[in-house]
């Protein structure tokens, strides 16, 4: 008796993609369908359920934090997903390729674009910064990359046209765009290679460059799945702690004091935003509720940027990973330049907007 034979792995492939698409059409429909009933369901849960009254602090505060949680993880998941397939096509590798060899005025400028779209984070600090410098990369170029990969932070910047518009959006890419590019020209301009630990430059680059395989659509959507479950799991406790942070701003803090120490007609704003958000750690997605809450009790958009800008590029925690390859006085100009970037920009829109 013969067998019948087996699928071919081209058969198996259509069938494949239609269970991953039809999976994928039903996780959007959920998704859409949870997202449209989410101001129904804040409001009876604050209401009706714990019998409070929105008009009152804890009422406010528990009412934004019902709405905001389910709101923002809703968001990032889908951001994170289209993320994560965008992602499938630029790889560390690929980018380092790119910029060897650039000239720093041009380089600077790629690599400030790449930084945005490139896999990063703070722990992968040391290995992309060691296997640039060691294919040949400028040191300015290199720090342009760093500035940006954390600081336009495509996550951030979708949240921020979701909850307050294209303005809002494109002044936070604009400027963080800004502030990569001018602190990698001026780092490079102060040929600062010697003030990189030395033996960085032992550390022989990888020869020759390894064939990609080019991936078919159902592993690059297989890859923003992936992107889901291993971002999303790891920094929800964060988004639930900014939330809860912006709560209690919503309900308890009156406007008139968040406006008297964070308005655009205090001078010292600033600055005090940019000192206080550098020893904070928080991923973008978490700073953004914040922010929400920051400008919805009168704080001057400039002076929240800054806040934003100081948090996310100049953590603590990356200044101590970074340490590892740079030392305390290059360092030291790196928090300046970006600093200064981030001092201006809060000044430049606190006095045009």
């Known amino acids: 008796m013969t067998t019948a034979p087996s699928a071919a792995p081209s058969e198996a492939a259509p069938s494949g993609a239609l269970r991953q698409g039809a999976a994928l059409t039903a996780a959007l429909a959920i998704w859409g369908l949870a997202y449209w009933r989410l101001p129904l369901a804040a409001d009876w849960l604050t209401t009706s359920l714990l019998g409070l009254s929105a008009s009152k602090s804890l009422g406010a505060a528990v009412s934004f934090f019902l709405y905001e949680v389910p709101h923002?993880?809703?968001?990032?998941?889908?951001?994170?997903?289209?993320?994560?397939?965008?992602?499938?096509?630029?790889?560390?590798?690929?980018?380092?390729?790119?910029?060897?060899?650039?000239?720093?005025?041009?380089?600077?400028?790629?690599?400030?674009l790449l930084g945005v779209v490139t896999p990063f984070c703070s722990c992968s600090a040391v290995p992309l910064f060691i296997g640039f410098v060691t294919t040949g990369v400028p040191l300015g170029v290199t720090f342009s990359f760093l500035v940006s990969a954390p600081m336009v932070n495509e996550v951030a910047l979708a949240l921020l046209f979701a909850l307050f518009g294209w303005r809002v959006a494109a002044l936070y890419a604009g400027t963080g765009l800004a502030i990569a590019i001018g602190a990698g020209l001026v780092i490079g301009r102060l040929r600062l290679e010697g003030w990189v630990e030395p033996w960085v430059y032992g550390v022989k680059a990888a020869g020759g460059h390894p064939a990609e395989e080019r991936l078919r659509w159902t592993e690059r959507i297989t890859a923003g799945w992936e992107a889901v479950r291993e971002i999303v799991s790891k920094v929800w406790p964060y988004v639930v702690a900014g939330i809860a942070v912006g709560a209690f701003i919503?309900?308890?803090?009156?406007?008139?004091?968040?406006?008297?120490?964070?308005?655009?007609?205090?001078?010292?704003?600033?600055?005090?935003?940019?000192?206080?958000?550098?020893?904070?750690?928080?991923?973008?997605a978490g700073i953004v509720p914040i922010v929400q809450a920051l400008l919805g009790k009168g704080a001057a958009l400039g002076t929240v940027l800054a806040f934003m800008m100081a948090v996310i590029a100049l953590s603590l925690p990356e200044m101590v990973i970074l340490r590892k390859v740079l030392t305390l006085r290059l360092i030291a100009v790196f928090v300046a330049v970006v600093g200064a970037g981030i001092l201006f920009v809060g000044y430049l829109f606190n006095l045009v907007l």
């Open 250 to 284: 919503h309900g308890y803090v009156p406007q008139d004091f968040m406006a008297s120490f964070m308005g655009r007609d205090v001078w010292w704003s600033v600055p005090l935003a940019v000192l206080v958000g550098i020893p904070l750690y928080s991923n973008a």
């Open 72 to 112: 923002v993880l809703l968001l990032l998941t889908l951001v994170v997903f289209v993320v994560g397939v965008i992602r499938s096509f630029f790889t560390p590798e690929r980018t380092r390729r790119v910029l060897a060899g650039r000239r720093e005025t041009a380089g600077s400028l790629l690599a400030a």
